[in-house]
């Protein structure tokens, strides 16, 4: 077993490291090659500083017991900046570190093959990002995740608005006034109302509200909570998410995938447990009612994704329905429901990386992004495409894929669940309309890809298919270049192995519902 003094210096490592590599990246503009190399070699190290984390935890207790702490500062008595190693942040530090080699080695790809400008600017964003991820999951109190929930979504603002664009200038302002405004409207006094009742802002077993909080403010209380933490992206918090689309493909996935939304979701999951407590949120019938707005948002995102022919914003209102998914299986607020939550932290991540991945290659490979022009285009780029039907299919939570695991403990959290009879049902048939839809609006898009046939198109055509009267059905393999092959394989390898080996998720996961 690791000592702590030994752990304590690989936490303080896994944010330090990727900021390190953001300064080395930034002096190697000049030297795009050794840039490139620079920013996987530190994602690398990164992802093996998290196993190395990950290894010293004794998961053998059935609570999530911290491992170790250290506390970077103390502005005030009782309030502290500090970390710790726990089972659930090595979860979520082990999903960001090691999908960040995969995004990566498919930016150098995407960033080249799609002639973007300030390529150096955006690796040196992402790695600071990440090290704001990493702050994020291995925060000890409340009060360290706020304020690197908000460094991070400051960090990432540059990305968003990459382009330049007024396009991208308007996204970017958008995703900022939701996320920072939400922020100061709900978050902020919401953790400054925890901190006046109960004094401490530790996270706890069994949560500090307990015997601190009259049961009939509960519900506000975590309603405050569940809008101020609007990267998890609740309905009708949600317009950040497609607004963020003008962004490069990589930095949707950071968005949608590696960090963003896991830090919104990550936290909801945090509050619930170590803040509120499923005991007392339960006693106090508090997600009776509020259950019904992941309810609506999984249900309604998944009707809006039908109406979406950008591919990138059906993807979009596909993750905000997925998200939903997690804040469901929180707020069940019983173990299955928690361990389903849990578990699709990581599946969603891996299987929505592919997704994305792949409508990059096709914008790179093909400069189309709408549904409706990739008919025939399965033959044109069959990896891309295959690619895109196991995210799709692990999405569904069919099996041999990932997904199915985490759906599973969905519904055997809402089979579980002890509410009014009407919610009971509702959330049975929620879960079941959105796989239905799921199917209709993703798995479409594979299945008209590989047996339709494309519509020919004239060679002055240019609305359509910038490629001077290529028809997508020929017979020519055109796939995107090697380097986004090999970071669309990795996710995609990954989602296919957790169905027969989710253990280290599972196991991560159970120390969390077991609360």
């Given amino acids: 077993m690791m000592t702590d003094l030994a752990l304590t210096h690989l936490l303080i490592l896994s944010m330090v490291v990727p900021i390190i590599g953001a300064i080395v990246i930034s002096r190697l503009h000049k030297h795009i090659n050794l840039r490139e190399t620079a920013t996987i070699v530190t994602a690398v190290i990164l992802f093996i500083i998290n196993i190395d984390i990950y290894l010293s935890l004794d998961l053998s207790h059935a609570k999530d017991v911290a491992a170790s702490r250290f506390t970077f500062a ?131 077993e069994g949560g500090v509200l307990a015997g601190n909080l009259d049961l009939i403010w509960a519900a506000p209380l975590l309603l405050m909570f569940l809008f101020g933490i609007s990267k998890a992206g609740l309905m009708p918090l949600h317009r950040w998410l497609p607004s963020a689309m003008v962004a490069p493909t990589p930095v949707s996935a950071l968005l949608h995938a590696v960090a963003v939304v896991k830090a919104g979701v990550f936290s909801v999951m945090k509050v619930v447990v170590f803040i509120f407590g499923t005991d007392f949120i339960t006693e106090s019938g508090a997600n009776h009612w509020l259950i019904w707005i992941p309810l609506i948002t999984i249900v309604l995102a998944s009707f809006i994704a039908l109406t979406k022919d950008n591919l990138k914003e059906r993807l979009a209102y596909s993750t905000v329905s997925q998200l939903s998914y997690i804040i469901l299986g929180a707020l069940l607020a019983n173990e299955a429901g928690i361990l389903g939550g849990t578990m699709h932290i990581a599946m969603h991540a891996f299987a929505k990386i592919s997704l994305f991945f792949a409508a990059g290659a096709i914008l790179v490979a093909s400069h189309k992004k709408y ?28 099996p041999f894929f990932g997904g199915m695991w985490s759906k599973w403990y969905l519904v055997s959290g809402g089979l579980s669940f002890n509410g009014p009879e009407a919610t009971y049902w509702a959330v049975l048939i929620g879960l079941t309309i959105s796989s239905m839809l799921n199917i209709y609006y993703l798995l479409s898009i594979p299945m008209t890809a590989f047996f339709s046939k494309a519509p020919q198109i004239d060679s002055d055509d240019h609305e359509h298919d910038e490629h001077h009267g290529e028809s997508a059905n020929s017979v020519e393999i055109k796939e995107a270049p090697l380097a986004c092959l090999i970071g669309m394989a990795i996710p995609t390898l990954v989602t296919i192995y957790l169905f027969f080996d989710p253990q280290v998720f599972y196991r991560l996961s159970s120390t969390l519902a077991n609360f």
């Avoid at 942040?89 to 002639?115: D, V």
């Avoid at 995210?391 to 939570?397: A, C, E, N, P």
Wanted: proline share 3%; net charge neutral; hydrophobic share 50%.
């Fill in 371 to 398: 549904v409706s022009q990739l008919a025939g285009m399965g033959r044109v780029m069959p990896f891309t495409f295959t690619v895109f039907t196991i995210g799709t299919l692990s999405i569904i939570g069919l």
């Fill in 74 to 204: 103390e502005p005030i008595e009782g309030l502290s900046i500090t970390f710790s190693a726990t089972a659930f942040g090595s979860l979520f530090a082990l999903i960001a570190s090691g999908l960040w080699i995969a995004t990566s080695i498919y930016a150098i790809g995407y960033m080249r093959g799609h002639n973007e400008k300030h390529q150096t600017r955006f690796y040196v964003l992402f790695a600071i990002a990440i090290a704001g991820v990493m702050a994020v999951a291995y925060s000890d109190n409340l009060f360290t995740l706020f304020l690197f929930y908000e460094i991070l979504t400051v960090s990432t603002y540059p990305l968003v608005t990459h382009a330049g664009t007024r396009d991208a200038r308007k996204g970017g302002k958008t995703y900022i006034l939701i996320l920072m405004g939400s922020s100061i409207l709900f978050f902020l006094p919401a953790m400054v109302i925890v901190w006046f009742v109960s004094g401490t802002l530790e996270f706890q």
